[in-house]
């Protein structure tokens, strides 16, 4: 059940990264007015370097089930629960918990916990 839940939890964070990166293209990005054209690249492509780091965390939470160490197992969860928390955190206070991002982010870290 335990590894289910770590999988589920990979899933969550999968899919929270892909509607990340969607909505930044389509939402922020297609209104946001910044000059130069090079800053606007950047800014960007850094925002989406976080759309591409939460998809490897979901993919390490998916395969942590099979690896055969503990340890990595640990601080796999560990480290993604402080990823995850810490952006759900973030998202809360920017927002004034009136978007829906804080709660998918938690719901990664209360399902990887879980399965921990």
């Not at 922020?28 to 965390?57: C, D, H, M, N, S």
């Not at 979901?58 to 969860?77: E, F, Q, T």
Request: avoid cysteine.
């Amino acid at each position: 059940m335990r590894d289910l839940l770590l999988q589920g939890a990979g899933v969550v964070a999968i899919l929270v990264s892909l509607i990340h990166g969607v909505l930044g293209e389509t939402r922020i990005f297609a209104r946001a007015t910044v000059e130069p054209p090079r800053l606007r690249l950047l800014l960007r492509l850094v925002y989406q370097a976080g759309t591409v780091a939460w998809i490897g965390g979901g993919v390490l939470l998916l395969a942590a089930p099979a690896m055969a160490s503990d340890a990595a197992r640990h601080w796999i969860v560990a480290t993604l629960g402080v990823v995850f928390g810490v952006a759900a955190l973030a998202n809360a206070v920017a927002t004034r918990f009136r978007h829906f991002g804080w709660m998918a982010m938690s719901a990664v870290v209360a399902l990887a916990a879980a399965g921990y």
